[in-house]
Every structure is written in C-alpha cells, then in structure tokens.
C-alpha cells in the first residue's frame, strides 16, 4: 500500500488568470494498492465509476507506462469540492502518482506527471502547484509541452482562505467571462501579473495591494459569491490585507501582512456560513 497526500491549491491570485497558482499544506490523502478491479471508497459513491477524475488520470498513467493493472484507493478529502481549491487536480495529481508508484516503480518524473496531469485537467494552473509547491507560473508552448516555473513565497505575508457553506460550478463561472478583452485590459494584466510574482516573493505588501486588481474574470465571477462586496469590505477596512477569489470560487482568499488577520477576523451578518481558515504555504 501506498499513501499520498496532496495540497489544495489557489489558481490565478487575481491578474494571473490561468497561469498562476499556489499550494498550501492542508491535504487530501490517499490510500492506494493493488487490485484485481477497480474501487474508490471514501468519496460520493456516484463518483465511484471509471468517469471519476482519478480513474481517468490512473489509466492515462498506465497507459504511458504501458502497463496493466486496477487498484482499490481510500480517499480521505479533507479539501472541500467545488469550492476553489484545486480539488479536481488534487485527485488526478493522485491518480497519476499512484499509477507511477503502484505500477512504474517511481519511473516517471515530477514533470511527466505534470504533463499527463494538466492533459487530463485541461490548464495547468492548479497541477503545477499541486505537483510542485510554492507559488507556481505555467503555459502551454505551441508544441503541446506545459511549462512551469516555481517561486518561493515571502514568509512576511500570511494566506488566510473563506471557505462557504455552497459551492460554485467551474463551468458556469466560465461562462460569465467576455469573449473579448479591450486592449488596456490586456496591458493591465500582463504588468500585474508580473509585479504580483515579484511581490508575493518578495512580501512587499504596498506593490502587492496594487497589482492584485484583476479586470479579467473577478469583476464578472464575484456575482455567484454570496457576501462577497460585505466580506471585501471587512476584510480589507483596516488596510492591511487584500481580497481574491480562489480559483473560480466561492472560496475567497485573503493575504495579509499582519499575522493575527485570521484570528482577528470577524464575519458578520453574511448571508451563508464560512469557515476561516489560516494556511501555510506548501513548498513542495
């Protein structure tokens, strides 16, 4: 048997839409063996089919193997679904791991199970962090190859996430986003974006409070977020932290430079329930 566990994980960080990722250490953890037929327990039983993430990722890693095999995996999803946190490319990170490590004796490389990973995914944004750690920046080169390259977080700032009680669909918050972008749209992301990087490994809290503004995807997917407008008003009234959203949502993420902001922080008259959670960086 074998045990995995792999980080949630914060994709875009506001202007680094589908690029940017961080991973945090709070877990989903796996138990995997061998098997003569497949079985995944300790998830929703509807997900216990072959169309279940980890299984499509088991078998696409099998098959770059170019072996044959089932398995019989005990999930433990302490990292809530559909809510933000990288929780479809916690479980195919898993998947293509386990196939490695049951069935290839480790063969493969972080960074070919980073390629099979983000295959199965679609984008890279939460498969870099998962795989590698950190504060992660990916892209896709016309070859077809993912690339990523991996920084390290300033401890200077603190990551606190707001998780809800309801869950948003990744799809439907596609769906929100414009088909065009203006052209100083464009240019007001890209110089974020860049800047961001280097705020976040650098922990210069006044640049970071700048270029985390995104105009791509938050102005239009903070509508399917309950208390949002109530909850950016609290959390950034005393002018030392920032408000994003995690992911596609609802989780909403804030980054401080005080190191009580999560103890401190106090949510009131919201409409649905959320959870305050301070987390640490994963470094890999």
Not at 137 to 146: D, H, I, K, L
Request: proline content about 4%; aromatic content about 10%; overall charge positive.
């Amino acid at each position: 048997m074998i045990k995995l566990k792999v980080p949630a994980t914060s994709a875009n960080i506001g202007p680094g839409f589908d690029c940017l990722g961080l991973a945090y250490s709070f877990y989903n953890e796996y138990n995997i063996e061998k098997s003569d037929k497949m079985l995944i327990e300790g998830c929703d039983p509807a997900f216990n089919t072959k169309k279940n993430e980890f299984n499509i990722a088991f078998e696409k890693t099998m098959k770059v193997l170019n072996k044959k095999g089932s398995y019989h995996v005990v999930e433990n999803p302490f990292v809530p679904a559909s809510r933000g946190l990288g929780s479809s490319a916690n479980v195919i990170v898993a998947g293509c791991k386990a196939a490695n490590l049951l069935y290839g004796n480790g063969k493969l490389s972080d960074d070919e199970i980073f390629q099979i990973a983000t295959n199965v995914e679609g984008h890279p944004d939460n498969i870099a962090p998962a795989i590698f750690g950190g504060l992660t920046a990916s892209v896709m080169f016309e070859n077809g190859y993912y690339f990523h390259k991996k920084y390290k977080v300033s401890n200077k700032l603190y990551f606190t996430v707001l998780i809800p009680d309801f869950k948003t669909s990744t799809k439907i918050a596609r769906k929100l986003l414009p088909k065009k972008y203006k052209r100083e749209e464009m240019v007001h992301t890209i110089s974020h974006c860049i800047l961001l990087v280097e705020a976040l490994q650098s922990g210069n809290f006044d640049l970071l409070k700048t270029v985390c503004k995104d105009v791509v995807h938050e102005p239009y997917r903070k509508r399917l977020i309950k208390d949002y407008d109530l909850i950016k008003k609290t959390v950034e009234k005393n002018g030392d932290a920032v408000l994003l959203i995690s992911g596609s949502g609802p989780t909403l993420l804030a980054i401080s430079k005080n190191k009580s902001f999560a103890k401190n922080l106090k949510l009131k008259h919201t409409k649905s329930n959320w959870i305050v959670k301070e987390l640490k960086i994963y470094e890999g």
